[in-house]
């Protein structure tokens, strides 16, 4: 997929920064959007929220066409600011400036255009611009079986995904070892969804999330992924969101960085 590009900035529940914040650039996302800048991780596996993110959230992404439909979301991200829609565009052909809208001084995604932008922005003649279920139209990775999704790391390979529809869908991951194994010891494989994004993505029900024993074991950076914007719940990492601007300018090192 996506020859390992995409989606969890907020992965995890709790990744670190490194995975966009934790709460995003990692696999357990979607399994073909790329996530916004402003994500710092590294390429994710397949149907992760990883790779060179669209502006408008720092968050990853949720594998293609899971079971959940996008919940609005309900806290604060550090998304890219505008003031008019090319303050958005990337040059990536899926999030350039006829992807996204400046709304309220925010960038949103409003979806890809055709197949032939996911394509490129793959460079992957299997990844179609569909809707998964969530209202937006976006890059999902095609399949004739689930042997053709998946990234073949443990918690990203097969048996994590299903064909349905012509699309791969990201059931989520088995267990704790998957989990350890595709981002380390720390994580586990908890029956929740990941943290809410930015994106119209939707999510599977168990993902891959750091463990902890309070907010301190989430934090990973001074800025937006500090204690201050994390919450342990019955032992997993939930991000809370960020708290204003400075927050989000010194997680991403730019000054175009809100938080809306």
Known sequence: M????????????????????DAGARPSMDAGT???????GGAPPPGTDGGAPPP?????DPPPGTDAGPPAPSITFCVLGCA???????????????????????????????????????????YVCRDPGTG???????????????????????????C??????????RDDAECESSFGAGYGCFDRDPPPTPLPLPVATANCVRRCAGAADCATDSGAFGADNYACDAGACVYRGCNDDAECRTSLSSASYVCR
């Open 2 to 21: 996506r020859a390992t590009l995409l989606i969890a900035l907020l992965l995890a529940g709790c990744a670190d920064t490194r995975d966009a914040a």
């Open 34 to 40: 790329v996530p916004p800048p402003g994500t710092d």
């Open 56 to 60: 408008g959230t720092d968050a990853g």
């Open 84 to 126: 008019v829609d090319a303050d958005c565009t990337t040059a990536s052909p899926a999030f350039d400036a006829d992807n996204y809208r400046c709304d309220d001084g925010r960038c949103e995604y409003t979806g890809c255009v055709d197949d032939a932008e996911c394509r490129a922005t793959f460079s992957n003649t299997s």
């Open 136 to 162: 937006v139209r976006t890059c999902q990775q095609s399949c004739d079986a689930a042997a053709d999704c998946g990234s073949g790391t443990p918690a990203f390979d097969a048996n994590n995904y299903a």
């Open 164 to 173: 349905e529809g012509g699309l791969c869908r990201y059931v989520g991951c």
